[in-house]
């Protein structure tokens, strides 16, 4: 115990004694005969297995211990064999990992698409509301980091997550609208700061957000990524098992290009994620003023030709019109009134992803997480 207050934790400024982290009574076994050394063993308790200052302070409580006790044991350390056996434990349970991260959630959907600009977090905000509609359970995770829009789709910009204490780990309590719980790293930043992180902070704080969360029972846990093919998807596929991905475009060939690269990526042979289809968005232009009359403004069902080409489902076709925009902005999803062309559009989408998911669970195996390189 000596020893052990002389070494400091850089977490409280304080020793290892005064921090209350020497979790039981330090054991020492006199050696049984002269070839053999004096063994000490201690159990240092840290506040969670993710302490950035474990590794260092476990180094530094294993020389203390063996210079100090050397001198009590009659020489100095390189006289006295001493071997020490450092054992951690932690208040807050560690992370799970693999399969076990996330066992409550049954489905998990990666909405995603090669171009920004395309209408993929309307689609999945909607999406997602939809299927709570249906009477699923639904998680959505806001998946981008430096332009995260769910909070003010789901009109809960103000709200602040709480942490909650479950199987002795504390998690995040997602925000709950429209029957969807959801999270965004909208909810911890100023919405007028830009966020000015590199990779391995997006990608750290977006691990918390999965691994950190209360998600509890979920039948669909939809993923709004953000666009392209970048870190946060390698990510995304490094720690979650997904069950397919859905892919929006509008029917233009420039995003239509940029689509066929997001489909080649979780396609690639490493990846091996199922297309579980299509989804053309802003496929026309509909005023309300003339709701029968349909202009084909960015191209017509270029995203029915990727389909067919492709070898994969057109899921939906999305219409522009007015009232998708206007209520997105006023977090009143078009989804969440199936009275209108548009809301109808989406409750048919989620009927369509979950026949397809069930299709796909009956045919294919379990996704594979990707390995980390």
Same mark, same amino acid.
């Given at each position: 115990?000596?020893?052990?207050?002389?070494?400091?934790?850089?977490?409280?400024?304080?020793?290892?004694?005064?921090?209350?982290?020497?979790?039981?009574?330090?054991?020492?076994?006199?050696?049984?005969?002269?070839?053999?050394?004096?063994?000490?063993?201690?159990?240092?308790?840290?506040?969670?297995?993710?302490?950035?200052?474990?590794?260092?302070?476990?180094?530094?409580?294993?020389?203390?211990?063996?210079?100090?006790?050397?001198?009590?044991?009659?020489?100095?350390?390189?006289?006295?064999?001493?071997?020490?056996?450092?054992?951690?434990?932690?208040?807050?349970?560690?992370?799970?990992?693999?399969?076990?991260?996330?066992?409550?959630?049954?489905?998990?959907?990666?909405?995603?698409?090669?171009?920004?600009?395309?209408?993929?977090?309307?689609?999945?905000?909607?999406?997602?509301?939809?299927?709570?509609?249906?009477?699923?359970?639904?998680?959505?995770?806001?998946?981008?980091?430096?332009?995260?829009?769910?909070?003010?789709?789901?009109?809960?910009?103000?709200?602040?997550?709480?942490?909650?204490?479950?199987?002795?780990?504390?998690?995040?309590?997602?925000?709950?609208?429209?029957?969807?719980?959801?999270?965004?790293?909208?909810?911890?930043?100023?919405?007028?700061?830009?966020?000015?992180?590199?990779?391995?902070?997006?990608?750290?704080?977006? =691990? +918390? @957000?999965? #691994?950190?969360?209360?998600?509890?029972? !979920?039948?669909?846990?939809? /993923?709004?990524?953000?666009?392209?093919? *970048?870190?946060?998807?390698?990510?995304?596929?490094?720690?979650?098992?997904?069950?397919?991905?859905?892919?929006?475009?509008?029917?233009?060939?420039?995003?239509?290009?940029?689509?066929?690269?997001?489909?080649?990526?979780?396609?690639?042979?490493?990846?091996?994620?199922?297309?579980?289809?299509?989804?053309?968005?802003?496929?026309?232009?509909?005023?309300?003023?003339?709701?029968?009359?349909?202009?084909?403004?960015?191209?017509?069902?270029?995203? =029915? +030709? @990727?389909? #067919?080409?492709?070898?994969?489902?057109? !899921?939906?076709?999305?219409? /522009?019109?007015?009232?998708?925009?206007? *209520?997105?902005?006023?977090?009143?999803?078009?989804?969440?009134?199936?009275?209108?062309?548009?809301?109808?559009?989406?409750?048919?989408?989620?009927?369509?992803?979950?026949?397809?998911?069930?299709?796909?669970?009956?045919?294919?195996?379990?996704?594979?997480?990707?390995?980390?390189?």
């Amino acid at each position: 115990m000596d020893a052990l207050a002389t070494v400091t934790y850089a977490g409280t400024k304080k020793n290892l004694v005064e921090s209350g982290m020497v979790a039981d009574t330090p054991a020492i076994a006199a050696p049984s005969a002269e070839d053999e050394p004096w063994k000490v063993t201690v159990v240092l308790e840290f506040p969670r297995d993710t302490d950035p200052f474990l590794k260092s302070t476990v180094k530094a409580a294993e020389a203390a211990i063996k210079y100090h006790c050397a001198g009590v044991f009659g020489g100095s350390a390189t006289e006295i064999p001493i071997q020490v056996e450092i054992q951690t434990e932690f208040k807050s349970k560690p992370r799970p990992k693999g399969d076990q991260l996330l066992p409550g959630v049954k489905n998990i959907i990666a909405v995603s698409s090669g171009k920004g600009g395309v209408g993929k977090s309307t689609v999945s905000a909607n999406l997602a509301i939809a299927l709570a509609r249906l009477g699923y359970k639904v998680g959505l995770l806001d998946c981008d980091i430096f332009g995260p829009s769910m909070p003010k789709m789901f009109h809960v910009e103000d709200e602040r997550p709480y942490a909650v204490h479950v199987d002795g780990r504390d998690l995040i309590c997602p925000i709950e609208a429209y029957g969807v719980k959801m999270l965004s790293i909208g909810f911890f930043v100023s919405p007028d700061t830009a966020t000015l992180w590199r990779g391995g902070m997006a990608t750290s704080a977006l =691990k +918390q @957000l999965i #691994a950190d969360a209360d998600w509890g029972e !979920l039948d669909y846990f939809i /993923l709004d990524t953000p666009p392209g093919t *970048s870190d946060i998807h390698l990510t995304l596929l490094q720690t979650l098992a997904i069950t397919g991905a859905v892919i929006v475009s509008t029917p233009q060939q420039v995003a239509l290009a940029d689509a066929r690269k997001g489909i080649d990526m979780y396609r690639n042979e490493k990846v091996n994620v199922p297309i579980l289809g299509l989804v053309e968005n802003m496929a026309w232009f509909t005023p309300a003023e003339l709701p029968e009359n349909k202009y084909f403004i960015f191209g017509k069902e270029g995203c =029915k +030709q @990727l389909a #067919a080409e492709m070898n994969v489902p057109l !899921l939906a076709q999305i219409p /522009l019109v007015q009232s998708i925009c206007e *209520s997105g902005d006023a977090g009143e999803p078009a989804a969440t009134n199936s009275d209108t062309a548009t809301g109808l559009a989406f409750i048919n989408l989620a009927q369509a992803v979950v026949t397809v998911v069930n299709k796909r669970n009956r045919e294919l195996p379990k996704t594979n997480i990707v390995g980390v390189k």
